[in-house]
């Protein structure tokens, strides 16, 4: 089946709300209906993919850690999931996830990639013709990516996957640094380290990041802002073709490092704090290399980054609106993962903590028509619906290979067709599986289990698997019938397991055209 004919004219939204951090500008927000009720043609998709980004710091999310309007009124006009969940981090996998349709949790028959990534999960899509922007592509949509992600801007492993659409825009600076980092002094780049990290590694990429990043002075240099003013560039070209458009737009931020300029710092920081600019981190414990005051400052220059990226997709939208591209263009916004900043005493991204600060993520999709607008949805959701969702919408044939739930029906006030009483997922050699009653997270061998009850923890702070092994067990075995299991285990030394991560064998598959080698990893 072709793509949907049926829908709303284009129209520029008809209710206004504020965008860009600093709130300098309206954005509108809602769509309206042509008296038939048509729409000039298909519809158009855009995909925005947001990495590092935690649920909690949006006020949509219930929880305004950071200043998001841009986020908070493109969930005023759809639905926004209350229990999204990636089904499998980090990036990459998530990514695989995402554009596949597909479960890609658990890691089975997985092998290293080099330069691509050494832990469970990192790997090229398998098949390109099973992308759901691929599945768009035939069925007439124009297709077009811009992405500053270094994993799939980079490399040969990803780029089947880059040639798949009708244009892939590459921005460098995460992925390729285009001003040198000799530019930067080491005096500065140390000034945005805390004092444990002002090692000679951590000061090169520091340097080479500020190099690439605007200094913490120029806004415009930014990964967020290029990323989003590329893609905005691209929507007169895509306003003028005959055929519909599916744009994918991948921002890196706000992953660390971070150096937002000091207009977004003063809106969270403490104004008598004279110490270091903590602009990144360690995948540890906190306590054994931050002080509390680093601490506090790191989450201060997280907020400021996200606070940042949501001024620019709000730039972004508003160019979308500008160009009467709104009222026929569908909207989806989804991030790969969260961060510990501290919760729990650690800080990254450590696959022992798969609790909601790492795991939780948004999941926004906006209908042009503003059907459902405002709705919370609690329904599990994850990064394998995206692709069949957006099927769904377009009216295209949600092809019966994809494993992920289309939710599009939510939009005409029907339930999806899938009953999804549990959701389950994982990271390295760990998994989590979550009911409305109980959260557990463990190794995939089926020990160290942590049992948490949502109706009476719901911050999940007092782990009952030892008082509740039945529980434990019975969830653990769901997975296993879910997955048809037992899960893979990759080994991993003994410094590692404490954190909860896992080096996997020495079995490293060969880049095209090279012999294949065995050499010990790192993680």
Known sequence: MGPRSKGFNRRRFIQAGAIGAAGAAGLPLAASAGD????????????VVIDTLRADHLACYGSPR?????FNGLAGRGITFSRAFPEAMATVPARRSIFSGTRTFPFRDWVVHPGLGGSPGWAPLPDVSRAFTTVLRRSGYYTAQVSD???TTNGIYWEPFRDS???FITVPGRG??????ETVPEQVARQWLPPSMRDAHHVAVMRRFLANHGRGKDERRTGAARVFSTAAEQLPRLARMEK??????????PHEPWVPTRKYIDMYADPDYTGPEVGTLRYRHASSYLRPRDLRRMRTLYAATVSMVDHWLGRFLERLAELELAGNTAVAVISDHGLLLGERGWTGKVPSQLHPELAHVPLIVAHPAG?????VVPRFATTSDVGPTLL??????????MTGSDLSPLFDGEQPADDRSFHYGGYFNRFWIRTDRWALFGENRGIEFELYDLTLDRYERRNIARERPDVAEGLYASLLEATDGPLPWFDAPPELRQLGYDTPPFRIDPVPGRPARRAPLTA
């Open 176 to 181: 390729g640094a285009v001003i040198p980092p």
């Open 36 to 47: 038939d009720g048509e729409q000039d043609g298909p519809m158009n998709l855009v995909l």
């Open 371 to 375: 059907k459902e607008a405002g709705a």
């Open 165 to 167: 659409f009708d244009r």
């Open 244 to 253: 519909p458009f599916a744009l994918v737009v991948d921002c890196f931020d």
């Open 149 to 151: 992600n270094p994993h």
């Open 392 to 401: 769904g919408m377009a009216g295209v044939s949600v092809p019966d290979w």
């Open 66 to 70: 950071a200043r998001t309007p841009a």
